[in-house]
Structure formats: C-alpha cells, structure tokens
C-alpha cells in the first residue's frame, strides 16, 4: 500500500467514496484522501479569469472541429477543382488523423517541456500554417503537406485543451467547464457543416485559420496552469496563477497547501521516465484512458464526421439538407452536455451516449439494407437521415467529450505526460484507421458498414457500466489517489 500512504501523506485524510465497478460489477468503495478546511468551497465559482482562460483554450477545439468536418463539405470541390481521385482524397481526407497521430506522439512531452500554454501556442501556430497551406494548394501534395500539418496542431490541441481546464478549474464546475471544450468541437464542426454548401473550398479555410489567430493572440493573455508551475519548481509563479484564477480576495492557503503536497510525495517517488507509466499502480487508470479512446474511434465518429457528406448520398438523401440538419442539432446537444456534465455526471452521460448510438448505427443498417433489397424505397432515405441526426445528437452530449474529460483526470501529473500522449496515440491511431477504410467500407457494404459500428458502441456501453468510475465534484488529487486504491485492494 505505498502508492496510497504516498497519496494520503500528500493529502491530509479525511472522508468520502468514489464508485468504481469492477470485472464482477461489485460496487468497490474506498476511502478517499479529501483536503482538511473550506478551501474548495471558497473557490468553486466561475471567475472571470476562469471563464476567459477557458474561452482561449477552446478556441483550438473550434479549430478541430473546423478540421474534422472539412474534408465534407469540401470533398466534390476539391475533387473537380484539382482532379483528386476518391483514393487520393481518401489520403487527403485521413492525413488529419496522420498528424493527429504525430502531435499524440509529442503532446504529453511538449506540455511538460513548454507548458500548456506553450503547447496550445505551438498547436495554435500549426493548425493555422496547415489552413492555410490547404486554401492556397495548387496540387494534391500542398492539400496533403497542409493537412499534415493541421494534423499535429489538432493533435497536440485533443491532449492539451482538456489538461489545461482540468488543471485551472474547481472540482465543482471542472466537468461543466471541461466539457466546453467539446461543445467547441461541435461549434467548429457545424459552422462548416453550416456554410460549406455555400462558399468555396479555398475560402472555407480560410475561415477556419481565424479562431487559431484568435487562440495565439488570447495566449498572452491568461495565466499558466498553476499545477503545471509547481511541478517545474515554479513555487511563487504557482501561486500567484491560482490566485489569479480563484480571484484575489479568496483564501487559497488550504488549495496551495493541497496541490503543493501531493505533487511533492509524487515526485519523491517517481523516475520522470517513461517506465514509470507501466507500474501496476496505474494499471486501471491506462486501461480506462486506452479503452474509452479505442471506442470511441472504433464506433464511426471522426469517419462519419468526415465522410457525413458520402452517407447522405449513398442513402439517397440530399447532401446540403443532410450536413445542415447536422450543423443545427450538434451544437444544443454539446450544451445540454455542459449542463449535465455536473449534474448527472460522467457515466450516465456515456451510458446514454453510447446506448443512442449503437441504436442509430443499427437503424441506419436496417435503412441501407432496405435500400439494397428495394423495400420501403421512400421511407430508407428518411430512415438514414433521423438514425444519422440521432447518432450525431447521443454522441454530442456523452463519449465525443468525456473519454477526454476522464483522460484529464485520472492520471497523476508524474506520468500525465506520458499516459496522455499515450492515450491520444490509441485515439488518433484508430482514428486514421477508421477514417482511412471508411470509404472503401462504404463501397463494401454500407449496412454491414453500420453494423459494426452499432456493435462497437454496444461495447462500450459494457465497458462503462462494468468499468469506468464516477469522478464528478472530486479534487484531481482525490480521483488519482482513489484510482491507485483500486489496483491495490484488488
């Protein structure tokens, strides 16, 4: 038991429970180090500092969700404009999870190096050169250089942005605020769904440059993040930032006192090397990170992002009301996901999320197969349209926003680096896989297509309910000391 007698020095015994359900689907209950004093509650409102802090992070997640969607809407115009073939644009289209994959590789690692300021300057600075390398392409290589490009940005941006809010935010709005980042997303994703009918390929990117010049400019602007500063020995920057964020006449003794301990007894006994990642200790905490990232990759989301445009058409349903219909009902669903987050919290979020979309993707199915056998012939089109707006909608308010949320959570700031980039490596990594086949899947069989996908978010509904835990209104602190309690009485 040392990892928790570590933790437990570093935090002060006091209370409480965190549910976890295990293989056998028993309830575990552990006792949970919990910071002595009032501290929490002097500082879980939502300050202005906060507030503005969250808005320029999430100005990268705007930018992603831009980037996702992109390769819709643009699709028959760059096809024609520059003479791509579908197996050219399919690399064109997969390059941003390519990237993705590179920037997952160096997130974590760039974060500790620069801080998370840094690393949102540095995704900022990419995301915005790969935009515009796409709106001034004269060739095939300059789309594919550009979207490389906007890859790794996008890459970094998945890790960092739900670090960052995790790390400045109270325990008592941290799943409102960190879930914003996804909301974000899904502003990015239907601005472009929205517009891109209408405008060119070219200008459409050079739309999506702008919340990236937007984000770089902000940067200067809001304070790092005081974890971050007190694991770099940064002890008077450390809390001159919390101050900041928790506002000046609030007492931060007790929080400092907290955050300062626990990351020293952390690093008392930590290498800061890759090896440590692979104790048992975080043995729960990789499997979770690991399995919620495959899943939700493995169920269609980034390739029916992407390819929204392809589904329509092969359903036989109009391409422009399709992608607008989409644009419409992401962004209310991300909101009522930012309401809930702190409310409900993060399972029943998923358990819902995932449950909707595996009944969509069967629905879906059911309408490609009705197609194929000329049964229902005007109802199938109308079919694929509401089971993809019902998709859309389930995966909006749970698993497109909360696999990160938890990744942002669970792990201790000794290994966060390297778990983090680990995990974005499993979801960027799969992520290019599904995108990549996705169109040649399409060709295959576009029922069969869907019901793999429905039979992936049938997994993770069992994976939820048997494995991952509550983490709502918990310090970051108590989450990960709880996560290593769990290895142990095992």
Known sequence: MEEQGIME?????????????????????????????DSSSASSSAT????????????????????????SPAESGIMEDLGLSLAAYSIFGSNLTIGGTVGALACGKIAALIGRKGAMWLS?????IGWLTIAYAKGAWWLYIGRLLQGFGVGIT?????VYIAEITPKDI????SFSNQLMVNCGLALVYFIGNDISWRTLALIGAIPCIVQIIGLFLIPESPRWLVK??????????????RGKNVDISQEVDDIRDSIEALEQH???????LFQRRYAYAIFIGVGLMLLQQAGGSGAISSYASSIFKEADFSTSIGTSAIAIIVIPMGVIGVLLMDVSGRRPLLLASCSGMCLCCFLVALSFFLQE?????NLAPVLAFVSIMGYFAAFSVGIAGIPWIIMSEIFPINVKASAGSLVALVNWSCSWLVTYTFNFMLEWSPAGTFIIFGSVCGSAVLFTWKLVPETKGRTLEEIQASMVHVVQSN
């Not at 900022?124 to 915005?128: A, H, L, Q, T």
């Not at 998945?158 to 739900?162: D, E, S």
């Not at 941290?174 to 605020?177: A, E, I, P, S």
């Not at 056998?373 to 012939?377: A, G």
């Open 270 to 276: 930590s290498r800061n090397t890759i090896l440590d």
């Open 158 to 162: 998945t890790y960092v942005v739900p």
């Open 48 to 71: 202005p500092s906060v507030v503005f802090s969250t808005f320029v992070a999430v100005c990268g997640s705007f930018c992603y969700g831009s980037a996702l969607a992109y390769s």
């Open 124 to 128: 900022g600075i990419f995301s915005m």
């Open 232 to 245: 770099c020995g940064k002890e008077k920057d450390f809390e001159i930032s919390l101050q900041r964020l």
């Open 174 to 177: 941290r799943g409102t605020f």
């Open 9 to 37: 020095k570093g935090l002060m015994l006091k209370k409480p429970l965190l549910q976890v359900h295990n293989h056998n689907d028993h309830n575990v209950t552990d006792e949970m180090p919990q910071p002595t004093g």
């Open 373 to 377: 056998h000329h049964q229902l012939r």
